[in-house]
């Protein structure tokens, strides 16, 4: 059954119609026909759907008005005039106006063609307008898309200039704060990120965006909720349609009341912000009350941004390190000048006033200890800085073998009382003899206990007290240095064992130093497998150092020889390789005269016959002309090393001298140089300052030793 053809009839008389009616039912149509006669009923009836209309051109409300009323409404229905009389000027108006088709009342069988011609107009440009409408939505629609890439391109481009060039981590977190808000979509935005201060201490901020800041200051930091959790522990993005309808919130109510409270959320998207060691350096949160804002595509590009975040963030942080890097090695700087200047101007005084020779005997006295004393204050400051480098680098060497700490800590003592005595400290000691033994290296345990002790006093007023203390302490000996000093500041504590810092590095500063002591007992103590830690009760309130060291045993060894002090030491020595070098030929290089003064003087106070030049050409020439028996020879000279002296000589044949016995004598100390020495043809390397024992007892054990 054909569907019903709607029909609204233009007529003012019942019976054309009917006429109509039965034509269309001829043609197969089933006409459902309304007729309409004046223009309250032709608006009222245009509220309906109709399929065609058609008009009487005789009545008084026309085709015309017709017309005119299916363009008010903007109506598609195909409009077919029906008239009884033929005037072509009527009908032309009436198609001009917008009509469709003009049929004679005469000719009626023309009627339902038409019919059917508009119907199909009609259907065809109803698809054509569609078509059309869709391909201006898609085009629209297509240029909103366009508009979107480009903002987000833009805010892409912001964010990407600010994550490269920015260093200020408060103006990074909230540039970031704002581009990821903006490219989520999202009402309101945070970035809660952790700082860590000058002392180490981690804080808690954050940056907002899209509200104001006390927005956020109720929600506390790195809460372990199903809310926050994941997101400050860097599992995974969070990301929800709709928080009150999602059921894992049902446990974490009161946080989710806490947000929901101050901000209208229903979409709720967390990412977090991740280094590239894997630490959780903070978290990026973002609202909107409205449900299903945040797709996957939203959440693609805040992961994407807080990646680059993540790294922009360690490049500020460490931006902010070498900041400070820099300025402790300007500090160090600046203060190892001092160090080192101090005591050459006491040593370059004292000499320039020896030369002249106007001081009596008593005050020549007095000049020999200072020149001494400041020398090796100066050989103590460049011994630390080699520790720490070597330490730095893993090639500090230890000598390990079963100590008893009390031991070390009475060879310390011992060697710290006098200057003690002389700043009118009470230097106190409680060691229990009983604590066991540790496995360790004795000097450097001494000097673990040595560098705490010079500390302690150092920093402890005239009058003053310190007390040493060993003890057992279960599986550990604990070593205690306490004193009545000036005591640590708090903010400064934490950084007390650090490399080159100090409580005061400015210039009106009343104690010197490098700042290396206590670093090198931290660093010392862990080579040893054992811990050191600084208390203070605040300034001017003393402070106290304790080390821990494992025990490895609980029998005590043999009571060992009594040792010399060093002065002794350096006495007994010279007097045994007085005359050992006797009958010896010694060529020494060196391209300094007064090393190689002071050198020669030396060698031949042993007994040798020394030939003392200043450059790598004199050298070979001298020996080529009267092999030595030995020689010794400096590295850093012009012109040609000390290396490539050596070169020369292990190039001559053995029985011109191509086998000599040789040790270079160099201020270089590091593990390479040594090596780099033996490599070229050395068999001793010795460092400057040295010793004159230790340079006549190495001599002695060239001459001694099978020649390689």
Not at 463 to 469: K, N, P
Request: with cysteine; proline share 5%; glycine share 8%.
């Amino acid at each position: 059954m054909p569907d019903p053809l709607r029909v609204l009839c233009i007529e003012d008389t019942e019976s054309d119609p009917l006429l109509l009616i039965r034509e269309l039912e001829r043609g197969g149509y089933e006409p459902r026909c309304r007729r309409v006669d004046s223009i309250e009923d032709l608006h009222s009836a245009l509220s309906e759907s109709w399929d065609i209309i058609i008009s009487d051109d005789g009545m008084p409300l026309t085709p015309l008005h017709v017309i005119q009323a299916l363009r008010d409404r903007k109506l598609d229905v195909p409009l077919i005039v029906v008239s009884g009389t033929v005037e072509e000027a009527a009908m032309v108006e009436v198609m001009r106006a917008g009509a469709h088709d003009y049929v004679q009342k005469s000719n009626l069988e023309r009627l339902v063609p038409a019919i059917r011609r508009e119907l199909a107009d009609a259907v065809e440009r109803r698809a054509r307008r569609a078509a059309e409408w869709v391909a201006a939505e898609s085009a629209r629609q297509l240029n909103r898309e366009m508009r979107e890439q480009k903002e987000m391109l833009e805010t892409l481009n912001r964010a990407g200039r600010l994550l490269s060039a920015e260093l200020n981590l408060d103006k990074l977190a909230q540039g970031v704060t704002d581009a990821a808000t903006e490219l989520s979509g999202a009402q309101f935005g945070a970035f809660f990120y952790n700082v860590d201060d000058e002392r180490g201490e981690r804080h808690a901020l954050y940056a907002v965006s899209g509200v104001p800041r006390e927005a956020f200051s109720h929600l506390p930091m790195a809460l372990d909720t199903e809310l926050f959790g994941p997101t400050f522990r860097g599992e995974a993005a969070v990301r929800i349609d709709d928080v009150r309808g999602d059921a894992r919130y049902e446990h974490d109510s009161a946080h989710y009341g806490m947000l929901t409270g101050h901000l209208p959320v229903t979409s709720y998207l967390a990412v977090p912000v991740t280094s590239r060691a894997g630490d959780v350096l903070g978290g990026l949160f973002f609202g909107h009350e409205a449900a299903g804002v945040f797709r996957e595509r939203e959440e693609r590009l805040v992961v994407g941004l807080a990646a680059q975040a993540a790294v922009a963030m360690d490049n500020a942080r460490l931006y902010r390190q070498a900041q400070e890097a820099n300025r402790l090695k300007d500090e160090f700087l600046a203060t190892l000048s001092h160090e080192l200047r101090t005591p050459m101007n006491a040593i370059l005084g004292w000499a320039q006033l020896l030369r002249e020779g106007k001081l009596d005997a008593g005050t020549t006295a007095r000049a020999v200890q200072t020149i001494d004393r400041n020398a090796r204050v100066q050989t103590q400051l460049i011994s630390n800085i080699l520790d720490v480098s070597r330490i730095v680098s893993g090639k500090l060497r230890l000598d390990i073998r079963p100590v008893e700490l009390v031991r070390a800590v009475e060879g310390a003592v011992d060697t710290i009382r006098p200057a003690a005595e002389a700043r009118g400290i009470d230097l106190q000691t409680a060691l229990d003899a009983g604590t066991g033994l540790v496995s360790g290296d004795v000097d450097r345990l001494q000097q673990v206990v040595w560098n705490l002790l010079s500390n302690a006093i150092k920093f402890t007023p005239h009058g003053g007290r310190v007390s040493v203390t060993v003890a057992r302490l279960e599986s550990h000996v604990q070593l205690s240095v306490q004193d009545s000093g000036i005591g640590i500041d708090r903010d400064f504590l934490p950084h007390a064992f650090e490399r080159f810092r100090q409580g005061d590095s400015s210039s009106t500063r009343p104690h010197g130093g490098l700042g290396l002591g206590l670093a090198l007992v931290r660093d010392l103590v862990e080579l040893h497998g054992g811990t050191v830690q600084a208390a203070s009760a605040g300034r001017d309130r003393g402070s106290i150092f304790t080390v821990k060291l494992p025990v490895m045993g609980a029998v005590r060894p043999p009571a060992p020889a009594p040792e010399l002090l060093p002065a002794a030491t350096e006495t007994a020595t010279m007097a045994a390789l007085a005359g050992p070098l006797r009958g010896v030929n010694v060529l020494l290089v060196d391209d300094e005269a007064d090393a190689r003064d002071l050198f020669k003087a030396v060698l031949e106070g042993s007994g040798a016959r020394v030939t003392a030049v200043g450059s790598g050409a004199e050298a070979f020439s001298s020996f080529t002309a009267s092999p030595p028996d030995v020689v010794v020879s400096d590295i850093e000279m012009p012109e040609e090393n000390g290396y490539d002296l050596m070169r020369r000589l292990r190039g001559l044949p053995e029985e011109r001298g191509g086998r000599i016995p040789a040790a270079a004598l160099t201020a270089y100390a590091r593990a390479e140089d040594r090596m780099r020495a033996l490599r070229a043809g050395f068999q001793h390397h010795v460092t400057k300052p040295v010793q004159p024992a230790e340079l006549v007892a190495v001599v002695a054990s060239l001459v001694r030793r099978s020649v390689i």
